[in-house]
């Protein structure tokens, strides 16, 4: 079946300093694929996505690129701020016999920046 | 403004009570979801509905039920059958593109105590 793999946290990093959180996927389609951000006590948002691959998702900094090739969707931002303190989910939706059975997750990580 | 509004958001039930949970949109979006997040396992996917009077179960179905009598509405009752029920939920809704989910909306979530 589906699945996600992401680096699990905590991963504590300084104010201004690179980001990367690592995720990869195993899907029996094409799937599409997105990244979610969930603030203390909040629902996830959408944070950016991406549909086929080579395709770069965008949003607030952050990026990530669909690689066909090693099944991977990593997040990157070049200078993190103390507010995108929070704990970031990447997951994938794929086109099975079973119709639009939501998408699948991976574990999360908590993401910590210290000013 | 369109979005998904869940309530309560916080409940503490008693062993052996059944309660539910409340989820309501105005995307007009045709899919809706019910997921419970537990700290390091991510989402799991309870119950999901694609159209009106038809619901499956996901993943950890046992001991939830659900119904969709209107397309704004999907509620969910957490009975005494569930063995572990303290948890976040959340509900979430979608379009559907070409047989899959496509973007997942969701609501702030509920949190759920057994005391």
């Known amino acids: 079946g589906d699945s996600v793999t992401q680096m699990e946290g905590p991963v504590t990093l300084s104010e201004e300093a690179f980001l990367t959180i690592n995720c990869t996927y195993t899907?029996?389609?094409?799937?599409?694929l997105f990244w979610y951000v969930q603030y203390p006590g909040e629902g996830l948002q959408l944070l950016l996505k991406?549909?086929?691959?080579?395709d770069k998702g965008s949003n607030k900094g952050f990026e990530a690129t669909y690689r066909k090739e090693t099944t991977s969707f990593h997040l990157e931002k070049g200078s993190v701020q103390v507010s995108d303190s929070a704990v970031y989910f990447c997951?994938?939706?794929?086109?099975?016999?079973?119709?639009?059975?939501?998408?699948?997750f991976g574990k999360g990580t908590h993401l910590i920046i210290q000013p | 403004d369109g979005g998904i509004t869940q309530s309560p958001k916080y409940l503490f039930r008693k062993e052996g009570q059944n309660v539910t949970l409340s989820c309501e949109q105005n995307?007009?979006?045709?899919?809706m979801y019910w997921y419970r997040q537990d700290p390091g396992q991510g989402l799991r996917l309870i119950y999901y509905?694609?159209?009106?009077?038809?619901?499956q179960k996901g993943d950890i179905a046992e001991g939830y039920s659900v119904s969709r009598e209107k397309k704004e509405s999907f509620p969910l009752t957490v009975t005494s059958a569930q063995k572990n029920p303290t948890a976040f939920y959340l509900c979430?809704?979608?379009?559907?593109?070409?047989?899959?989910?496509?973007?997942?909306?969701f609501g702030e979530g509920s949190r759920l105590t057994v005391l």
């Open positions: 991406a549909t086929k691959a080579d």
């Open positions: 509905s694609q159209i009106v009077n038809d619901f």
């Open positions: 997951a994938l939706s794929d086109q099975k016999g079973g119709g639009a059975d939501g998408l699948t």
């Open positions: 899907a029996t389609g094409y799937p599409s």
């Open positions: 979430a809704s979608s379009i559907l593109l070409a047989g899959r989910t496509g973007e997942l909306f």
């Open positions: 995307l007009n979006h045709d899919a």
